[in-house]
């Protein structure tokens, strides 16, 4: 393959990769939006947006918008490739894993996290092959302690997507030999 982004693209291996279909932990899971080309234009045919992939969710509105914790899953033709977790909902996340665009190769400030970078890239690159791309989630149950300031009690809620990532990749591995491909971080705190 000859491209200006070949840097980006993690090509997916054909063997040792499960399928989301047969992912022991799926029945927590549900679809939670379609990764697709951009092509979208205005009534003039130029294009409404310089990205050129989308995510298109599938879930209410009030869902995706909501500022919560996930724990989401990308497939690529069934297969599972990452798992990842949000703190700020979906849409944030979404919005996050889009800054992928503004690689230097692109022409682009090269202001995008690596992580970012590799996901959107490689997305598109599997997008223009054709392959059905989703996106799963699990909305967390929201955790709250009780902690004491100054002798004041204060109820916190309490950052826990940290925890149930890591605790869902190393399951992963330990059901199933390996990480996601896609995987490249997880906290050690939690293996």
């Known amino acids: 393959m000859d491209s200006i982004i070949k840097k980006w693209i993690k090509f997916i291996p054909s063997n040792n990769t499960i399928e989301f279909s047969n992912y022991i932990r799926k029945d927590k899971f549900k679809l939670i939006s379609n990764i697709l080309l951009d092509t979208d234009v205005n009534d003039k045919g130029i294009k409404k947006r310089n990205t050129l992939i989308k995510f298109v969710p599938v879930i209410d509105n009030t869902e995706y918008i909501k500022k919560t ?28 894993y889009l800054c992928g665009h503004h690689i ?30 989703n996106m799963y989630g699990y909305e967390l149950p929201k955790t709250e302690i009780n902690i004491k300031i100054f002798d004041k009690d204060i109820n916190i809620i309490a950052q826990t997507y940290h925890a149930y990532e890591s605790t869902f990749i190393e399951d992963y591995k330990n059901n199933y030999g390996e990480y996601p491909y896609l995987c490249d971080k997880c906290d050690p705190n939690y293996k």
């Open 69 to 96: 914790e996930w724990i989401y899953i990308f497939t690529i033709n069934d297969i599972i490739v990452k798992i990842g977790g949000t703190r700020t909902g979906i849409k944030g996340r979404i919005s996050s």
């Open 104 to 133: 230097e190769e692109r022409g682009k400030s090269g202001d995008c996290s690596k992580t970012n970078g590799f996901i959107y890239n490689t997305f598109y690159y599997y997008l223009t092959k054709k392959y059905e791309i």
